[in-house]
């Protein structure tokens, strides 16, 4: 058991080794933050969060909303470019899940398409470090299901899901953290804001109510600049 552990140690530090020695060739060719972040510098990125947030969904009943902390997934790719030395503007679209509270009990989910633009502002702290952060408005649209009473021409009355249009503002912001991990190439983390303020329609009953997520979530993403 020990030599298997020692041989499991030596190979983990000759990969770590090896990884680092790959990354330090990439850094010694790399132009450096301050060079990759000027003006007319352009890049495209990929971005993911994922946790659990609060929503505040309106009820059909009416009275106060249903809240509840819940499932919030946003993968979205983004286009950005240095407009200035420093300063980014972004455009993203990507796809967004999230579960509405019905009732205390019951929740459905929704999935939309997000639209974005933003501007984000790279402080160099090293040559491979930078702090951002970004603010950022944008819109989404797409559907979900709610379950409603239906009552039959024999006054039976049944409950069924009925499929419904979502849409709404987003706005968001950030502060991230970016690091080089090869010559053009940044890891990028940090806390993302969102806020999303919206409506959901239920054509069979003409109504419409509003939803509102208000999320913090720990952003991933990669970001390669040409």
């Given at each position: 058991m020990?030599?298997?552990?020692t ?6 530090s ?7 020695a ?5 850094f010694?060719?790399s132009p450096g933050?301050n060079k ?10 990929f ?8 929503v505040?969904n309106d ?5 106060d ?7 919030f997934?946003?993968?979205s790719?983004e286009?950005?470019?240095?407009f200035?030395?420093?300063?980014q ?5 990507g796809?967004?899940?999230r579960?509405?509270a019905?009732t ?10 997000l639209l ?12 491979v ?8 408005v944008?819109g ?5 299901s ?5 009552t039959?021409e024999?006054?039976?009355i ?9 849409y709404?503002l987003?706005l ?11 010559e053009?190439t940044?890891l ?7 806020y ?8 069979s009953?003409d ?10 979530s720990?952003n ?5 600049f040409?």
């Amino acid at each position: 058991m020990s030599r298997t552990l020692t041989r499991c140690a030596v190979a983990l530090s000759a990969a770590l080794l090896l990884v680092a020695a790959s990354a330090s060739t990439s850094f010694a060719k790399s132009p450096g933050m301050n060079k990759l972040t000027e003006a007319g510098q352009l890049g495209l990125g990929f971005n993911g969060a994922f946790n659990f947030t609060w929503v505040s969904n309106d009820t059909l009943e009416g009275g106060d909303p249903a809240n509840n902390s819940t499932l919030f997934l946003l993968l979205s790719p983004e286009l950005g470019y240095f407009f200035s030395d420093r300063a980014q503007i972004t455009f993203n679209a990507g796809g967004l899940v999230r579960r509405l509270a019905r009732t205390a009990e019951s929740s459905n989910t929704s999935t939309d398409l997000l639209l974005g633009v933003g501007a984000k502002y790279h402080v160099p702290l090293t040559e491979v470090f930078t702090f951002i952060p970004g603010v950022g408005v944008g819109g989404y649209f797409g559907g979900a299901s709610r379950p409603i009473q239906v009552t039959a021409e024999d006054g039976t009355i049944t409950t069924a899901d009925e499929s419904t249009s979502t849409y709404g503002l987003d706005l968001n912001g950030q502060l991230a953290f970016g690091y080089l991990v090869g010559e053009r190439t940044s890891l990028i983390t940090g806390l993302q804001l969102h806020y999303l303020l919206g409506n959901e329609n239920i054509s069979s009953l003409d109504r419409s109510l509003t939803i509102q997520t208000f999320n913090t979530s720990l952003n991933i993403g990669i970001f390669y600049f040409f």
